[in-house]
Structure formats: structure tokens, C-alpha cells
């Protein structure tokens, strides 16, 4: 088991930039893969981006390619979400999530453990 902690969450406005952190503990962090999922009020919790155990690979959706960047330092145990060009639909708790598993997957039935989530909430 790892346990998740994220921060960095904040209001925003459109166009802006916000950097979330997921900060581990436990198990050892750079055994698992890495995500980050969001949900939206009145919507299912979305994939987000993944990152590969040592920070060689990398997924996201085509919702934020281009936006936002996953990244880790497993010295510090902490993954990280850059996200920039923020727009009013990014607006979501972002959770951020463990796969023991390995792969960039996508389905959140695929990790196993998640952190509290953060509020993300970007104005028109």
C-alpha cells in the first residue's frame, strides 16, 4: 500500500497555470505507475495522464495533450501535474492514484490507491 496526499489546487482563471503535487508514503514510490484522474460534478472520474514508474513514458488524454505535463521525482517520492492554458471545463477534483500493475493505464478500476483529492476550479 502507498498513501497519497495531493495539494496545489486553487482557483484560477481561464488561461492560467496551476502545478498539482502527489506526495507518497509507504511502499516503495518508483515500483508503481503513476496517475492522475479528475471528476467533475455530476461526472464520472475521468483519466487524466500517467506516468511510467521511472518517468520514461508517458499518457494523456486528448482532452489536456498539448496543456498539461505528469512528472515525478521518485527521490522525493512525489508526481507532479503542470497544468497550463487552463479553460472553465478543467474545472474537477483531481485526484492523483497508484498502479502496483505497471502500464499507462487508463481505467480507474486499474489502481489501487488513491489520495483525497484536490479542488481545481478554473473562471470564465
Known amino acids: 500500500q502507498v498513501q497519497l496526499v495531493e495539494s496545489g489546487g486553487g482557483l484560477v482563471q481561464a488561461g492560467g497555470s496551476l502545478r498539482l503535487s502527489c506526495a507518497a508514503s509507504g511502499r516503495t514510490f518508483s515500483s508503481y505507475t503513476m496517475g492522475w484522474f479528475r471528476q467533475a460534478p455530476g461526472k464520472e472520474r475521468e483519466f487524466v495522464s500517467a506516468?511510467?514508474?521511472?518517468?520514461?513514458?508517458?499518457r494523456y488524454a486528448d482532452s489536456v495533450k498539448g496543456r498539461f505535463t505528469i512528472s515525478r521525482d521518485n527521490a522525493k517520492s512525489t508526481v507532479y501535474l503542470q497544468m497550463n492554458t487552463l479553460k472553465p471545463e478543467d474545472t474537477a477534483v483531481y485526484y492523483c492514484?497508484?498502479?502496483?500493475?505497471?502500464?499507462?493505464?487508463?481505467?480507474?478500476?486499474?489502481?489501487?490507491?488513491w489520495g483525497q483529492g484536490t479542488q481545481v476550479t478554473v473562471s470564465s
Open positions: 492514484a497508484a498502479n502496483g500493475r505497471g502500464g499507462l493505464l487508463t481505467m480507474r478500476l486499474s489502481y489501487d490507491n
Open positions: 506516468i511510467s514508474w521511472n518517468g520514461g513514458s508517458t
